[in-house]
């Protein structure tokens, strides 16, 4: 009997360690393909070795020797192995994303100035003031007895590593009251304790909240309970990341949102309507000088020839009315790059040149541009572009002239394919290396254009080629740096990995500086003031009109302001 049972048990311990070893080859096999992605598709290979001395063997050979070290490693230790395998390249365009239901939220937002955070926003619909004594410009000081800023760094740390360390911390900030484990972020629930005080006293005032918590649907071998599954509407904006705003109870601090925080910048003698696409306004300077604002929430519209077009008739308004014009195109996420090109076209006279792109090449690439070269050879004028594309591309007009830029693209793609490269050289996407002003509506008057250390992607790009061609006056703090387009790349796999993503191309600037990591340096610098978060960004609004006014009269010089 005692035979049988020591066999049993011998038996059962070499299954389930069968079982482990198993499961382990399957996450290292899972981490190999996803290596050998980065090896034939991550274009910034080079510049991150060079940069911040990162090297693709190395971080494959610490995430695999973390699954081999780990004992009865669970999906969980995999996911968050994974994730910062992901963080390694410092590179924003490059992330993972897992199937996941759980998620908590604090009807707050926080930001920090000179090290002390602040709540921003809160959002009214969810916290009574009268029972909840929280409000904006609030210093948030402790959260369950440690510091706010303690609290805040170790899930800096724990969901976010970029070369740029204010976007780091800005990052942290927006996702530190909304947790998204698909995202890879711990997420917390139950009550939390704030010690938080107003501005202009010492004294403290506690206030419990409780996250608003959604639980995990999806368990660890990926099955689905489905009478608890939520109900997903069909119209569905797919590789969106961000709800649809609410614009009746917007947070203007979330990235990509559609009015921003900045309050009016004097007495305003035109508004959009409310339900126009863009937040757009006229005002009066106290020399009773005429400014046009205009919000660029992002690059990524849901409809692109839409919105271009209700652009192109508010910039048409700015140029026949005003003097100068204030682009507000903090916190940008980024989009669509001819959506962008076709923007910038109506804020110039003459030509603008854009940054050239290494992007990485293979079978696929040349497939694609053997399709793509008999159907562009077909075109033979204008109306054959236009039958083929149709009037735009997010807003782009088409051309027999924009098909030959395109045609010359592919071309260059074959010819890099033959000399053997998988790398290429410098060169200009979809072969546009000019934007041509727009032929109907250009604004000619000065701009200033304000910029933060969210604004990625397109949110770099824009200010880069604007600052490059020096068609405006860049102010704010350093954009982040995600200098490339993205390849999104889905496996199959029980892991609970949905997709992961790349940067396919490294940009460069007309300096040839990259614009990965190193983002775009504003001309003039702005941080916030304490007097901001607390009194509704004043400061930021009287430094934007004396920048104004310089722009205004020319002969004095731009100089940064306080902050």
């Not at 081999?68 to 669970?74: D, K, Q």
């Not at 350093?478 to 609970?496: C, D, I, L, Q």
């Amino acid at each position: 009997m005692f035979k049988k049972t020591f066999l049993f048990l011998l038996l059962t311990v070499a299954s389930l360690s069968s079982d482990n070893i198993s499961t382990k080859n399957k996450m290292i096999n899972l981490l190999e393909s996803i290596r050998t992605d980065f090896e034939v598709g991550y274009a910034p290979k080079e510049w991150k070795k060079e940069h911040i001395n990162w090297d693709l063997d190395e971080q494959f050979e610490l995430a695999k020797n973390q699954i081999l070290t780990t004992e009865n490693i669970t999906v969980s230790e995999f996911q968050q192995i994974l994730k910062g395998f992901f963080l390694s390249p410092r590179d924003h365009h490059v992330g993972i994303k897992f199937f996941s239901t759980e998620s908590a939220e604090l009807p707050i937002s926080i930001r920090s100035v000179d090290n002390r955070l602040f709540i921003v926003y809160v959002d009214s619909e969810k916290i009574n003031p009268s029972l909840y004594p929280v409000f904006a410009g609030d210093e948030l000081v402790t959260i369950n007895g440690r510091t706010a800023m303690e609290v805040l760094i170790e899930f800096q740390k724990q969901a976010f590593h970029s070369a740029v360390e204010g976007t780091d911390r800005a990052l942290a900030q927006t996702f530190f009251t909304n947790r998204i484990a698909s995202r890879g972020h711990a997420v917390p629930s139950g009550p939390v304790t704030i010690e938080i005080k107003s501005a202009g006293s010492d004294s403290l005032r506690s206030v419990q909240l409780c996250w608003e918590y959604t639980p995990e649907m999806i368990t660890a071998d990926v099955s689905f309970n489905k009478e608890k599954l939520p109900v997903i509407s069909s119209f569905d904006f797919t590789g969106c990341d961000e709800p649809l705003a609410d614009f009746d109870n917007e947070n203007p601090f979330e990235i990509g949102s559609k009015l921003g925080y900045l309050p009016s910048l004097g007495k305003k003698i035109w508004q959009s309507s409310p339900y126009d696409f863009f937040d757009a306004y006229v005002y009066q300077t106290k020399d009773r000088a005429l400014v046009g604002y205009v919000r660029l929430p992002s690059y990524s519209p849901f409809i692109p020839e839409l919105f271009f077009e209700s652009f192109k008739e508010v910039i048409a308004h700015f140029q026949e009315i005003t003097d100068v014009l204030v682009i507000d195109q903090t916190n940008n996420p980024g989009g669509s790059l001819l959506y962008l090109y076709a923007i910038a076209s109506l804020l110039t006279d003459k030509p603008l040149s854009t940054p050239k792109h290494k992007f990485t090449i293979n079978q696929y690439h040349v497939y694609e541009a053997a399709e793509m070269i008999p159907v562009l050879s077909s075109v033979q004028n204008d109306q054959d572009a236009l039958e083929i594309f149709g009037d735009t591309i997010h807003g782009y007009p088409i051309s027999y002239q924009f098909v030959q830029f395109m045609l010359n693209y592919y071309r260059f793609i074959q010819a890099e394919w033959k000399a053997k490269k998988t790398l290429t050289s410098p060169h200009h996407l979809f072969g546009v290396d000019r934007i041509n002003p727009h032929p109907s509506v250009n604004y000619t008057k000065p701009i200033l254009l304000l910029i933060d250390e969210l604004d990625f992607s397109g949110g770099d790009f824009f200010p880069a080629i604007m600052q490059d061609n020096k068609r405006a006056v860049i102010m704010g703090t350093k954009t982040a740096g995600a200098g490339g387009y993205v390849r999104n790349r889905e496996v199959s796999n029980t892991f609970g990995v949905m997709f992961y993503r790349y940067t396919e191309s490294v940009a460069l600037r007309e300096n040839q500086d990259h614009l990965e990591n190193l983002g775009v340096s504003p001309d003039l610098e702005y941080r916030w003031t304490v007097d901001d978060v607390q009194g509704g960004f004043g400061d930021y609004a009287d430094a934007i009109n004396e920048v104004v006014n310089m722009l205004l009269n020319p002969e004095e010089t731009l100089k940064p302001e306080k902050g």
